[in-house]
């Protein structure tokens, strides 16, 4: 094939021969591949239900139906990286290890239910959708040496150590809308004493409340930013950072309420932390300030002192709440994603209504679908469009995108990607735009792998970008050259149909 390749390359064929031998190579491929194959593939591959819908590297669970496996940890196992595993309603009395990035989704966390413990220790991990519950020792989930992960839409109720931890250099991960109640510890970063930080963590929109410590930084941990949560009824702390060496942690713009006894211990701060985002942003509501407000700005004229060296400078005279979101334009690259592709990243550039610079978007609050995070770098402000108008192009990475995509059973056709985030100063953004996804060897993205995506191919085997036959569409790929390796894509894939 290869040498093939080089040849077709080296000599300037007319056009119609180009297409006459890509559509030659094609029926030569699809043969071998249907002669290689046994007849039996298909059928041994397939499960009744709902798994024959789902694409293929998505693992189904379920505690007592029909489905690839029955227990969580035996689809970790036999998955591959960046393989989905998809957990139906049930009890599953495990405690599973993560040790691989993967996609784990419960199919709703009020009936997916975890009674054990969950250990993730490894990078980009997206865990979401499940109830993790068990009157017992440990936490109910862990993460170690674990980067980039996501864990969102979780409930985790039970009388254990903790609710969430994160310890040994856990750092860049994402813990977002989830319960986290009775446990003693609601969410813990950072592990005791030692050097092993957990750093740039971002903690939002989480609900703490019922344990005996809400949220504790600890062991040097830095960089980690809690915004948007409700901590409230811990009965020994509310935001707690108890190790001198955690320092320049952000917390701001939390309902902070009656934690600690007779409510008056919200927070503790043995470090150097800050408690607000500045003016006009604010800092976070306190159930115990006794302030007042003389110029009706909705922000207590003192601070809201939490010791000598802490203090929130701009504290809420009421429970905060987001401002009005404003509407920004999205423009996401590529247009066309292959959900099992190899390009690593996908880009998105950000433009926000006049009156607004892009310059002040928070970045680390920056998040598509609501389940992944904005890399911090690289970021690039310039004008994308040519319109005259400056806009932050920021990058996601393409297999939790592509993970979330195919979460949804969506194989073909059109998908609308949401972006949100804030300022610096609170005001929140929101944006859209749509973009057509396919499965292998799908080049129409019409669901079928069929003579339509020979043609396309052949139409532009030979090109490259800026060549006038170049299209986008037919790079399978995406290695920027239409060869014979996009129509191999299709060979092996020939007949299939993405429903």
Same mark, same amino acid.
């Given at each position: ?15 119609? /021969? ?7 190579? +094609? ?69 599973? #290890? ?21 250990? =993730? ?43 969430? #931890? /994160?310890?040994? $250099? ?8 989830? !319960? ?17 930080? &957990?750093?740039?963590? !971002? !903690? ?13 930084? &600890? ?38 309420? $009656? ?49 000598? @060296?802490? *203090?929130?400078? $701009? ?12 509407? +920004? ?9 292959? /959900? %099992? ?24 609050? !920056? ?8 890399? %911090? ?39 609308? /990607?949401?972006?949100?985030? *804030? ?52 790079? *399978?790929?995406? @290695? ?6 996009? =129509? ?10 993405? #429903?």
């Amino acid at each position: 094939m290869e040498k093939s390749k080089k040849l077709l390359n080296r000599i300037d064929f007319p056009r119609k /021969l180009h297409r006459l031998l890509a559509l030659s190579l +094609a029926v030569v491929l699809i043969s071998y591949v249907a002669a290689a194959v046994p007849a039996n593939w298909l059928r041994s591959t397939e499960v009744v239900g709902m798994i024959t819908a789902l694409p293929p590297h998505t693992w189904i669970v379920d505690d007592d139906g029909a489905a690839h496996f029955h227990t969580i940890q035996e689809a970790i196992n036999a998955a591959n990286p960046e393989d989905t595993i998809y957990v139906r309603a049930g009890t599953y009395n495990e405690n599973p #290890t993560v040790n691989k990035t993967l996609l784990l989704i419960g199919e709703n966390k009020g009936n997916t239910i975890i009674i054990g413990n969950v250990l =993730i220790e490894a990078g980009r991990i997206q865990f979401k959708g499940f109830s993790v519950e068990g009157d017992m020792p440990g936490s109910g989930i862990t993460l170690s040496y674990s980067n980039y992960s996501v864990i969102s839409d979780n409930r985790i109720a039970s009388k254990r150590w903790a609710g969430i #931890t /994160l310890r040994e $250099y856990s750092n860049n991960n994402t813990i977002s809308n989830n !319960i986290v109640v009775d446990n003693e510890y609601g969410i813990k970063i950072g592990y005791f004493s030692g050097p092993a930080g &957990c750093n740039n963590n !971002i !903690i939002t929109k989480n609900n703490v409340s019922n344990n005996t410590i809400g949220i504790e930084i &600890c062991t040097a941990s830095t960089g980690n930013k809690i915004f948007g949560n409700t901590v409230e009824n811990n009965s020994d702390g509310g935001i707690l950072i108890l190790d001198v060496g955690a320092s320049n942690n952000k917390i701001y713009h939390n309902n902070i309420l $009656y934690n600690g006894e007779a409510w008056h211990r919200n927070a503790e701060d043995l470090s150097s932390n800050i408690w607000d985002a500045g003016l006009p942003s604010g800092g976070n509501f306190w159930s115990d300030y006794t302030g007042v407000d003389t110029n009706g700005d909705g922000i207590g004229d003192t601070p809201y002192v939490i010791d000598a @060296d802490s *203090q929130d400078r $701009y504290p809420f005279m009421s429970p905060w709440a987001p401002l009005p979101v404003i509407t +920004a334009t999205i423009d996401t690259h590529p247009d066309v994603l292959s /959900l %099992l592709g190899r390009v690593e990243w996908i880009s998105a550039h950000i433009e926000l209504p006049v009156g607004y610079d892009v310059s002040d978007i928070d970045v680390s609050s !920056i998040m598509l679908n609501e389940t992944t995070s904005a890399e %911090l770098e690289p970021i690039t402000i310039g004008d994308y469009d040519n319109d005259t108008t400056p806009d932050l192009m920021v990058s996601f990475n393409r297999t939790l995108v592509a993970g979330y995509i195919l979460s949804k059973g969506i194989k073909t056709g059109n998908v609308t /990607l949401t972006a949100t985030g *804030q300022l610096i100063d609170g005001t929140l953004f929101e944006g859209a735009d749509s973009i057509r996804v396919r499965m292998p060897g799908d080049i129409n993205s019409d669901g079928v792998v069929d003579g339509m995506d020979i043609t396309i191919v052949a139409r532009a085997f030979g090109s490259n970008p800026g060549d006038p036959r170049w299209n986008p569409i037919a790079d *399978q790929n995406e @290695d920027n050259t239409i060869d014979g390796l996009d =129509i191999v894509s299709i060979a092996k894939n020939f007949g299939k149909v993405y #429903t």
